[in-house]
């Protein structure tokens, strides 16, 4: 039994899926001369079946998932028959009589290096696709094979280093129950992916790629953070017991997807979900949602082959905002950097020209955007421009800015988009009126929310980074990220004062971050007076449920008992009881 953090609850057994990362194991010893001429006709069938899985994804993605999705395998193919990268590896096994593995790693540390030194953000960020399409080659090298994992019976549990954004497209259509990552944390990407297809995760379990093979039966505890491989017989069948429970659970909560989001004692809460995908705003819609709290716009240029232009851009956000509930959406601006590091913009050392030493505090979000600003400025007419499309509901569509620190980043947004609604009205082009919202990552903003009052339509606590930077932990690093802990008194302290400055000043205030789907969290934030609630789709229908059980007088004695507590773990002991008090079938559901 192995144990990792917790990233998305529920219990998951299935079959082992590997997904290998060469870095972890290039095969380095040389061979002898005689061997080089075999060795690089290993590497070219090891490239044409690449070619081959790739043009088979291309096409089952374009069919099943959507040509946009699709096109990503495009550009992998066009680097997988780069002539250039072709004679960079050849040349290397015969130079250095290197095996093909061995020679794939150098080229990658090569591209690594160059891509850093490039001032060309386009090439830059094909470093990950680079890496992608060299981890394909070097599947198909191993000299130790794992099964054909296209033999493989499911349904999978994903095991991977770290869930690469391209892993997630290539599993969509495969039947992945469970998730279990070496790398991030809670709040990670691949975390947030995971919750929001309802898959159980655990992350931060060093080295179990070298303890897996796929094929091995796994079993997947998101609650506890558990990973089990080749449980005995016993374990198993409790295990597959406690998933039985957790598919009816969520099969059976979504059933309340019509009913209204409201307390036991008649106060209506605010349920939104957060997307990342047209896919998802269907989900949220069945989900029972009643608009999108956040929709991360940096998703579609992931899925993208180059840059979006303003039409492509604008055709997306109103599809959207047409798909999702009530056609409401609050949009973010990209928030590029930290651990999103997507092709086409994504983060840049600046200095030294190598990688940044501390990405999350470092050059990301809209900081990146000021510095890109015919970027950002393409976005924001793209997002007027699809929010025109619904003119008597204005109200409807928001826009919000990742990581504003300072009060004069509020105000530059605000005059940016002003130019942009200015310049569109010149060219003739409809523009909607968006409301334009803070959102509160940043202590600094946290501590000095009053004077962002007058100048923001609304406030979005993403609590995700905010916990990080108040508790200066890492919230991809599995070595802190236990010290990211949204129940930690410190940030309750902070949320309650946000919350309160917020209604005191008549300031519509949400909360994105992944706490908000959390019932031991929800039960804190209800009492402190938050009534907008934005989470993964999937656990709207808890949430719901949980709200129902719930009094504002019940929460508000809670909350109180709970702030006495000086240690975040007496304060989740006591809110797990509660919430077993209050409505036992959620618990299956927290991993907060
Ligand atoms: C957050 O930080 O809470 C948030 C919702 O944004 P993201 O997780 O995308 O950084
Ligand atoms: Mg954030």
Redesign the pocket.
């Known amino acids: 039994m192995r144990k990792g953090l917790p990233v998305s609850p529920g219990v998951a057994v299935g079959t082992a899926y590997c997904i290998h990362e060469i870095f972890w194991n290039p095969r380095g010893k040389p061979i002898s001369e005689s061997e080089v001429d075999a060795e690089q006709e290993r590497y070219e069938r090891a490239v044409a079946k690449t070619s081959d899985d790739l043009e088979a994804l291309h096409e089952k993605v374009a069919s099943q998932v959507g040509q946009k999705e699709a096109d990503i395998f495009r550009v992998h193919l066009a680097i997988l028959h780069d002539p250039t990268f072709h004679a960079k590896v050849r040349d290397w096994i015969v130079s250095q009589r290197s095996t093909a593995s061995a020679a794939l790693h150098h080229v990658l540390n090569d591209f690594s290096s160059l891509f850093a030194r490039t001032k060309d953000e386009y090439l830059k960020q094909r470093l990950a696709d680079v890496r992608d399409v060299i981890e394909r080659i070097s599947g198909h090298l191993t000299s130790d094979p794992q099964p054909d994992q296209d033999q493989l019976q499911g349904p999978f549990v994903v095991i991977a280093d770290e869930l690469l954004p391209s892993h997630v497209v290539t599993l969509g259509n495969r039947e992945v129950i469970g998730i279990v990552t070496q790398a991030g944390g809670q709040t990670s990407h691949a975390a947030i992916l995971a919750r929001g297809r309802g898959i159980p995760a655990v992350a931060g379990v060093r080295g179990i790629l070298k303890q897996v093979s796929s094929g091995a039966t796994i079993v997947v505890d998101g609650r506890e953070g558990l990973v089990m491989v080749n449980p005995d017989s016993e374990t198993e069948s409790a295990y597959r017991k406690l998933q039985r429970e957790f598919f009816h659970l969520k099969d059976h909560l979504a059933e309340n997807h019509d009913q209204p989001a409201v307390t036991a004692d008649g106060e209506s809460v605010e349920l939104l979900a957060n997307i990342n995908s047209l896919g998802d705003a269907q989900t949220a819609t069945n989900m029972g949602a009643s608009g999108v709290g956040l929709y991360r716009t940096e998703y579609l240029f992931l899925t993208h082959p180059d840059v979006p232009s303003e039409d492509e851009q604008y055709e997306a956000y109103r599809q959207i905002i047409d798909a999702s509930p009530g056609n409401r959406v609050t949009l973010r601006t990209l ?1 590029l950097g930290g651990d999103k590091t997507i092709p086409y913009l994504g983060h840049r050392a600046r200095s030294q020209g190598g990688f940044e030493a501390n990405p999350f505090l470092g050059w990301r979000s809209i900081r990146l955007s000021f510095e890109h600003p015919e970027f950002f400025m393409t976005q924001v007419r793209a997002v007027l421009r699809a929010a025109a499309r619904h003119p008597r509901e204005q109200k409807n569509v928001r826009l919000m800015f ?2 504003i620190t300072t009060l004069e980043e509020m105000r530059r947004v605000r005059i940016m988009v002003r130019r942009a609604q200015k310049k569109l009205k010149e060219e003739g082009v409809p523009a909607g009126r968006v409301q334009l919202g803070l ?1 509160l ?1 940043v202590p600094a903003a946290a501590v000095s929310i009053e004077s962002f009052l007058d100048i923001v339509d609304f406030v979005s606590i ?1 609590s ?2 905010l916990v990080q930077y108040l508790m200066a932990a890492d919230r991809d690093n599995p070595k802190v990220s236990h010290l990211c802990q949204p129940l930690a008194p410190a940030v309750l302290k902070v949320l309650s004062e946000v919350i309160r400055s917020c209604r005191q000043a008549g300031r519509p205030v949400t909360l994105c971050g992944e706490m908000a789907g959390s019932p031991k969290a929800f039960v804190m934030l209800f009492a402190m007076g938050l009534r907008s609630f934005s989470m993964s789709p999937a656990f709207i229908p808890s949430i719901k449920l949980l709200a129902s059980h719930l009094t504002l007088h019940r929460a508000r004695m809670i909350y109180r008992r709970a702030m006495r507590f000086d240690t975040t773990r007496q304060v989740r002991r006591f809110l797990a009881k509660q919430v077993h008090d209050i409505c036992p079938s959620v618990e299956l559901l927290d991993s907060v």
């Open positions: 928030d990742p990581m959102m990552e993403g995700n980074d």
